[in-house]
């Protein structure tokens, strides 16, 4: 079996799955684009640099059991951007998982990364063990910070985070009684 069909989750929508090394071809503009990667540290990604991303996603799977996934629409069944878990060993002293994502432009505005989002909450909470998972977002990025709220994400602080001040918005897994 490779990469690509390993599915972690399907909405009505969309279908999440393990990214393989040929979606580099689909990543890579996505990644190249401005508007997408505007709030992002390093900015827009050659296309060597979405190879090398897509490397260090393929081993979380490996080390961590988990990573950022591909997204698929399926309605033309064509990559429209990545959404999953990202790790940052220290924040604050604490290692933290990160919901992450970023979308082609072209599917903004429909509620494509809520409802990644959420899929990818939800396979986190039910098949790892996290007691909660964050996402950081500078305070302008408000199609983020919407994204964050429908997630069911509080808003927690802010926090300079390397060089950039960034809020931390966080979800606790609910307790199983
Ligand atoms: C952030 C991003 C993933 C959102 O994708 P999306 O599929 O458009 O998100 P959704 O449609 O699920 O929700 C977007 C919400 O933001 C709102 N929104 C979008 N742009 C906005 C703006 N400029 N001002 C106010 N609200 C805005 C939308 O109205 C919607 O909220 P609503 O449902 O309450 O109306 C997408 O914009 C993206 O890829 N941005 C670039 C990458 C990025 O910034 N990633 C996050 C890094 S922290």
Not at 61 to 82: D, P, S
Not at 132 to 137: A, D, N, P, R, T
Not at 141 to 146: F, P, V
């Amino acid at each position: 079996m490779s990469d690509r069909d390993v599915i972690i989750a399907e909405t009505s929508r969309l279908i999440i799955r393990h990214f393989s090394a040929a979606d580099l071809e689909s990543l890579a503009p996505i990644l190249a684009n401005q508007k997408v990667m505007k709030f992002s540290l390093k900015g827009a990604k050659t296309k060597a640099e979405t190879q090398i991303f897509i490397e260090k996603i393929l081993a979380d799977y490996q080390t961590k059991g988990c990573g950022l996934y591909a997204v698929i629409f399926r309605e033309n069944m064509q990559l429209i951007g990545f959404c999953g878990l990202f790790f940052w060993p220290s924040i604050a002293g604490k290692e933290e998982v990160e919901i992450g994502y970023r979308f082609d432009p072209n599917y903004w505005g429909r509620g494509l990364a809520t409802e990644a989002a959420k899929a990818v909450r939800d396979y986190a909470f039910t098949k790892f063990n996290f007691t909660s998972l964050i996402s950081l977002i500078e305070p302008a990025n408000i199609a983020s910070i919407r994204v964050a709220e429908k997630n069911g994400m509080k808003y927690e602080k802010d926090d300079n985070f390397l060089g950039i001040l960034a809020r931390i918005y966080r979800i606790f897994k609910e307790k199983e009684n």
